[in-house]
């Protein structure tokens, strides 16, 4: 159990590494709540920089400049894992506290050190092996077995990093095209399922769960979350306990989601772990009593953590850059439907791919909120004809 520490009460700043639209609707919870808020990431004008206090634009690692921005905070935290852990001592040895703390970053992202991690605390992972050289990759796959995926060990995310190889004549190909000099070899998993639990972990040891999320991917990218899942009530029970079992294990304090395959015989297994607020917990913004970003800021300043219940159900949809080709999206079509709610980025581009933002839609029922926000997204691709819109920027 984490040492419980004073809370860090509104008034405070909490500093942000990372500066997408994670730690913008962290940023959003976070004033709503009375704190202020400060990020550090190499990006100008980015998503959470736009509504931050201060935003200040430099390197990971230089480190005088992360010192410098950490005596400026009162608690520090990550809108996403791919930050040094250099990052996170440099805080520590200032004294600052550090939230999630840094052996978690450490261990998240790297896909090697998280399922190494995982499999040795007992928590059910798909088989793997880590390569580091094609005669590696081939000794892999009689264990694996095929089919199977070759993913780079870090950096990778969105299906990036990652390649499929069907036959032992597409090995060559595939090290070759990850350009990396190590790699996780997994098998191939046939699933019924795709689910997420996001959870929270307070200073104290506390524990709360947004129950089971059903996902729906598209090329590889979060395309529809339903909330709560349409799985048998035993299957939701053990991937609670099974998230649970990740946030001890890691020590965490804040907000982690747990990515899960539910294979056609019922059986869980563990796919990554994202230590903060993640793109199926969005729904939680409209459909829960506390979001998971409010939930964040609760757990790094050491609050007690809020109810995580479900006013009702919902689905999210999210809104990739695609939309945009043929002109600015429909907003006017779309939130004409009750019960639908639209959340945007701040992202200037809609490049195709790229996340710009997301609908959510709450009804009696996960069946019909799903059939409500694909249709809300549906007519975002109705012509205007006349309505004056804003070409995005």
């Known amino acids: 159990m984490s040492n419980s520490s004073a809370p860090i009460l509104p008034g405070a700043t ?52 992360v010192r410098a921005f950490v005596r400026g905070v009162h608690v520090v935290t990550f809108e996403f894992e791919n930050v040094p852990s250099s990052v996170a001592a440099i805080a520590q040895a200032e004294g600052v506290p550090v939230r999630p703390g840094g052996h978690v970053l450490h261990t998240a992202q790297q896909r090697g050190r998280e399922k190494s991690f995982l499999r040795q605390a007992g928590i059910p992972v798909t088989p793997f092996a880590i390569v580091n050289s094609l005669n590696a990759l081939r000794d892999a796959v009689a264990p694996i077995g095929l089919p199977a995926v070759l993913k780079t060990t870090a950096f990778g995310y969105d299906g990036k990093g990652q390649v499929p190889i069907h036959t032992h004549a597409d090995l060559a190909a595939a090290w070759a095209a990850l350009k990396t000099g190590e790699a996780i070899l997994e098998r191939w998993v046939d699933f019924s ?77 563990v796919n990554e772990l994202a230590p903060r607020p993640h793109n199926s ?22 609050l ?59 009804a009696a029922a996960p069946d019909q909120a799903e059939r409500l926000v694909l249709e809300a997204r549906r007519r975002l691709a109705i012509a205007t004809f006349g309505i004056e819109t804003v070409p995005a920027r």
């Not at 959003?28 to 190499?42: N, Q």
């Not at 001890?248 to 056609?264: I, N, R, S, Y």
């Not at 939680?284 to 409010?294: C, G, L, N, P, R």
């Open 304 to 362: 007690p953590l809020g109810s995580t219940d479900l006013v009702r159900p919902a689905a999210m949809a999210n809104l990739l850059g695609d939309l945009w080709q043929p002109g600015e999206p429909n907003w006017a079509a779309a939130l004409a439907l009750p019960g639908v709610k639209l959340h945007l980025y701040g992202k200037r581009i809609p490049r195709p791919g790229r996340k710009m933002g997301h609908l959510t839609a709450t």
């Open 14 to 65: 909490i500093g942000v590494f990372g500066s997408g639209q994670l730690g913008r609707m962290m940023a959003l919870a976070a004033r709503s709540m009375g704190y202020g808020i400060a990020v550090f990431s190499p990006e100008a004008g980015s998503p959470t920089g736009q509504i931050a206090d201060r935003e200040v634009v430099a390197d990971y690692a230089d480190d005088d400049a």
């Open 281 to 302: 917990g969005h729904l939680t913004i409209d459909a829960a009593v506390t979001s998971q970003f409010e939930q964040q800021v609760r757990a790094v300043c050491a």
């Open 193 to 269: 399922h795709e689910l997420s639990v996001v959870a929270a972990r307070g200073c104290d040891g506390s524990f709360v769960h947004y129950g089971v999320l059903e996902n729906r991917h598209a090329h590889h990218i979060l395309d529809v979350t339903v909330a709560p899942a349409r799985i048998p009530p035993v299957i939701a029970s053990q991937a609670v306990e099974l998230a649970r079992a990740v946030l001890v294990a890691l020590d965490v304090v804040g907000v982690l989601c747990v990515e899960f395959f539910l294979t056609h015989d019922g059986t869980l297994l």
